[in-house]
């Protein structure tokens, strides 16, 4: 841990950071946590709203099943405990977008308890997020203040909508590992289908806690247990960018010990994180937090799941990124690097397998991680839907591992490829870019070269390194089509290296 | 017509299937006897054009050979079931001029067996009452005068309304519900029948809630028969109601009648309060005299934790109210005041729109479920209140029902006790255990006190057993032999 703490130099000595996040992962569920209505992106203000969800007098919660499904899942894939009996809290505030008044939550019986999420930093090392809990509860609607200088308009399409709250403990020490989990836990959760990790869309968004140290209080938090050991927490409330998670964090740690150096207090309240000013803001202090008075749902039953419902559901579970990325390192000999890259999204992983059948894999992941991800990526296209099919990046390896095109001849004709000239072997053919073999047709362009430049001849002797400009030649006489192999054991045998 | 309006409504469904009269006759004789009564204010809402309407269709159902078990049979609805297209208002200023676009599961049980609707009844504002003093309506008048004395009394709370309907012949039987005592204590007051079944029993879809995990709905009526063939039909599961039980209901009418021989019925000791009148004292020896006569054996038996019953359930009722009437915000539907900003709108809007005894509900269930109090307040009631189930549970081990006294007196003054919350409270002394249980309750009127108005027996069963309850109701009902009825001074 303290191996990757950054120490941040104030003028009265180092700092650290200490990060803690909630993440608010909207469930992938055709319609919302308590109500028959329908959820969806797009529709007009006020349009996937039921009686329910508007509070009408006498209407009452339904428990949606399939969201529950999603959350025992989530679960599963955060290798958390399932508590089989949890219950269903009413968090009371008064809001114009909060219908009921309150929002349907769970507060100390969550559905989900302990878990653990490894993750990788950029350098390939990795670090574990412990889970705190994972928790199903209501979205609130929409206030629009910038419809009309004198109202404020409420759309409730999304409230009643469900939420995941996942709660990790606070293990993260630099804004990069905080947008490091975030990245590896959406992963997870689009891996398991249970949200669509649209983090433009708000599907993923978290509440950021960020408290400094000075080094050595972390350590004694991790043995003790005990928050005293680390500075007054603020929270930073609905961050949708993994920029702008980390912009949130630069910021709000320096504000901290500015104040500290300068022999204030940090107050624990909630901000917010202005992107267009790169700071934080309060948002309310702790005198102001709401007194929620939380209670049970008194219109819902415990909800108790199935012991044997559990294990059916945990058997259906997709491989997931961790397994995934051994698998692939194991079966395919893939480094760490390219196997992290290709399990990003599953959809990766599947091309990749796809392709790889029956050939190099390791070459068959340099395309499909360099040429085509860049080309997809500034297309703007998923891999899911890619306009070359795994089996053109598979003929392509082929003709490389079979020697009819160089590896260079197949940067052309991947080129071709992604103009839509057709499968490779074609375009090959079509543009006879077959890689010329024959010793006889390369040593003609040797001689020729040789004999025209017969001062160069004599130079490289003294400096070999200079073979590069006669490479280059023969390549450019014949198109580029010369096995490169052939050409440098030619080139060195007749130049006398 | 005022044969017609004094039939059971077992006399009437039997005099429209045998064809003695017709739903329209039926009902034209009852919106008159609403008009009529307008000073006792039961109804607050009449529906006579919707009423005709349905009692139309029935005749006409009727003639097809498809009558339901309620079919022709005008009855009133609390103002607390949401009826479509019709006010809905649970006696509050907030929710003035509402019309919902929905039924109550209820209700529209009701109206699936052919029942006809006459309109909504008072109560007391959001059901939070013992006097029906709290509508925003203004209270209701009980049909009932103590004798020689024109002394305006309640009808008691909170169905307030529904009680005085049944009783003056207004209506052949009515909805009501009861959160501690609101279906029982009026009933008692006004020698009516009253039902609180087993909480599950009743689904609350559709009725504005007071507090969910006490609210149940149940019929009053004029006879302990006819309060069964209501609840048969009132009853049922709703999957859109997530305590509602998915039992079967039985026919409870085939329980009325039925021999109570060999039953044991438990008398409890703690329900022998300080101050009890004597009259009250004597009903209920009478009730266990009757009840010995039947057959049934007489078990003294304990619910210690009775005492604590009312304390419990003034924290956990205003605590769930507290949370249920925040959607009363002014946002949505119903009142809205102005306000310089949000917290004023809020604040105004609230302030105006409910009655002192709602606010004060809110505020004690706000402070209760407060950072720092909840433990000693709520969690505390929450623990009553399974030491209260655990009681029950004890008792049913050596008893099959419970006989107690349904209030601590009879009908009061109206004003008498407005200006005594605590006063007001203790109606529900008696029938506040079976919410917190969640068992089922009725109170029949077993006799008249000395200045001859009705007094009630209130009988508990164990959960579910609704059948047993009906079937102990039949007995001392046959046994009281109450006919009594009010004097008609309207």
């Not at chain 2, 307008?38 to 809402?45: C, G, Q, S």
């Not at chain 2, 009253?194 to 009526?221: E, M, N």
Request: net charge negative; charged share 25%.
């Amino acid at each position: 841990m303290t191996d990757h703490s950054k120490t941040i130099q104030g003028r009265t000595g180092p700092w650290e950071i200490v990060l803690g996040l909630e993440v608010h992962a909207q469930v992938a569920s055709k319609s919302k946590l308590f109500s028959g209505a329908a959820v969806g992106f797009g529709a007009g203000p006020n349009e996937q709203v039921s009686l329910v969800d508007a509070a009408m007098p006498g209407m009452l919660p339904v428990l949606n099943g399939f969201c529950v499904e999603q959350a025992v899942k989530t679960g599963l894939g955060l290798k958390a405990q399932i508590n089989l009996k949890s219950r269903f809290d009413r968090k009371n505030y008064f809001y114009p977008d909060l219908p009921q008044g309150y929002q349907i939550s769970q507060f100390d019986q969550p559905i989900v308890g302990e878990g653990v999420v490894t993750v990788e930093r950029d350098d390939g090392t990795t670090f574990d997020v412990r889970i705190e809990r994972l928790h199903l509860e209501q979205d609130a609607g929409k206030s629009l203040h910038d419809q009309d200088p004198n109202a404020t308009y409420v759309d409730l399409n999304r409230a009643g909508t469900a939420l995941m709250e996942i709660v990790s403990k606070p293990d993260m020490r630099t804004s990069e590992e905080a947008a490091a989990y975030v990245k590896k836990l959406r992963t997870i959760l689009v891996y398991l289908g249970t949200c669509d990790g649209d983090m433009e869309k708000g599907n993923l968004r978290a509440d950021v806690n960020v408290s400094v140290c000075r080094p050595g209080d972390y350590e004694k938090f991790r043995e003790t247990g005990s928050f005293s050991h680390l500075g007054t927490r603020c929270e930073i409330k609905n961050v949708n960018s993994y920029r702008y998670i980390q912009q949130a964090i630069e910021y709000e740690a320096r504000r901290q010990i500015e104040i500290l150096e300068d022999g204030g207090k940090v107050d624990q309240e909630t901000r917010l994180f202005d992107p267009t000013k790169l700071e934080t803001r309060s948002m309310r202090s702790k005198e102001e937090a709401h007194d929620y008075r939380y209670f049970p749902d008194p219109d819902l039953l415990p909800l108790i799941l199935d012991p044997e419902w559990v294990k059916d559901l945990e058997a259906t579970l997709p491989e997931l990124p961790d397994a995934k990325k051994t698998r692939l390192q194991s079966q395919y000999g893939l480094s760490a690097y390219d196997a992290g890259v290709l399990i990003i999204e599953s959809d990766r992983a599947d091309y990749f397998e796809a392709a790889a059948k029956g050939r190099d894999a390791k070459l068959v992941s340099n395309w499909v991680t360099n040429e085509l991800l860049s080309k997809l990526s500034s297309g703007g296209h998923e891999i899911a839907n890619s306009p070359l099919p795994s089996s053109d990046i598979a003929q392509l390896v082929e003709l490389i591992e079979n020697g009819t095109i160089s590896s260079k001849i197949a940067k052309e004709v991947f080129e071709h490829m992604w103009a839509g000239e057709g499968r490779p072997a074609e375009i090959v053919e079509k543009r006879g870019l077959v890689q010329i073999n024959d010793t006889g047709a390369i040593e003609a362009a040797i001689d020729k070269l040789i004999a025209a430049n017969p001062d160069k001849a004599a130079a490289v002797k003294e400096k070999p390194q200079a073979i590069g400009w006669f490479v280059g030649q023969v390549m450019k006489e014949t198109g580029g089509k010369a096995n490169p192999a052939t050409v440098n054991d030619l080139l060195k045998s007749k130049l006398g290296l | 017509m005022s044969a017609l309006t004094s039939l059971t409504l077992k006399a009437a469904v039997d005099g429209l299937e045998k064809g003695e009269f017709t739903s329209v006759e039926l009902t034209t004789a009852h919106i008159e006897a609403i008009e009529a009564a307008r000073i006792l204010n039961a109804f607050i809402v009449e529906t006579p054009d919707q009423a005709l309407a349905m009692a139309a269709a029935s005749d006409a159902r009727r003639a097809l050979g498809a009558a339901g078990p309620l079919d022709g049979a005008p009855l009133g609805i609390k103002d607390l079931f949401c009826t479509k297209g019709v006010q809905t208002t649970a006696c509050s200023k907030i929710l003035e001029g509402f019309v919902p676009e929905y039924e109550s599961t209820v209700t529209s049980q009701l109206w699936r067996d052919g029942a006809v609707m006459l309109g909504k009844l008072n109560l007391d504002q959001f059901a939070m009452g013992s006097s029906n003093e709290t509508s925003y309506f203004g209270p209701v008048t009980n049909p009932w005068r103590a004798s020689g004395s024109n002394k305006a009394l309640t009808p008691g709370g909170s169905s307030g309304g529904s009680a005085a309907a049944v009783a003056a012949d207004l209506c052949l039987g009515a909805t009501a519900t009861d959160t501690g005592g609101s279906i029982r204590q009026p009933a008692a007051f006004t020698g009516t029948v009253g039902i609180k079944p087993t909480y599950g029993r009743c689904s609350r879809w559709g009725v504005v809630a007071f507090a969910s995990s006490l609210d149940q709905a149940g019929p009053i009526a004029k006879t302990v028969e006819d309060a069964a063939l209501l609840l048969t039909s009132m009853c049922g599961h709703d999957p859109k109601d997530s305590t509602s039980l998915d039992v079967p209901v039985p026919d409870f009418t085939q329980f009325v009648g039925k021999s109570v021989k060999g039953l044991r019925i438990g008398v409890p000791a703690e329900y022998r309060v300080d101050g009890m009148p004597a009259e009250i004292e004597k009903l209920w020896a009478d009730g266990i005299a009757w009840l010995k006569d039947a057959g049934c054996e007489i078990v003294e038996i304990s619910l210690p934790h009775t005492k604590y019953a009312l304390p419990a359930y003034y924290i956990v009722a205003p605590a769930e109210a507290s949370s249920n009437l925040a959607r009363y915000d002014g946002m949505r539907y119903g009142l809205r005041e102005d306000g310089a900003n949000l917290t004023e709108i809020y604040e105004n809007t609230r302030a105006s729109g409910f009655g002192d005894e709602v606010k004060r509900r809110i505020l004690i269930g706000t402070y209760v479920l407060s950072a720092g109090y909840y433990d000693a307040y709520y969690l505390k009631a929450l623990k009553v209140r399974r030491r209260i189930a655990e009681d029950f549970d004890k008792a049913w081990e050596r008893c099959d029902a419970i006989l107690t006294p349904t209030a601590p007196s009879a009908a009061f003054g109206l004003g008498e006790n407005s200006n005594d919350p605590i006063a007001m409270y203790l109606n529900d002394v008696f029938t506040v255990t079976t919410n917190l249980a969640g068992l089922p309750g009725l109170s029949l009127p077993a006799g008249l006190d000395a200045s001859g108005l009705p007094l009630g027996l209130q009988i508990i069963g164990k959960p579910l057993d609704e059948g047993t309850v009906f079937s102990v109701a039949g007995a001392l009902e046959k046994a009281a032999g109450f006919t009594a009825k009010a004097g008609k001074w309207w």
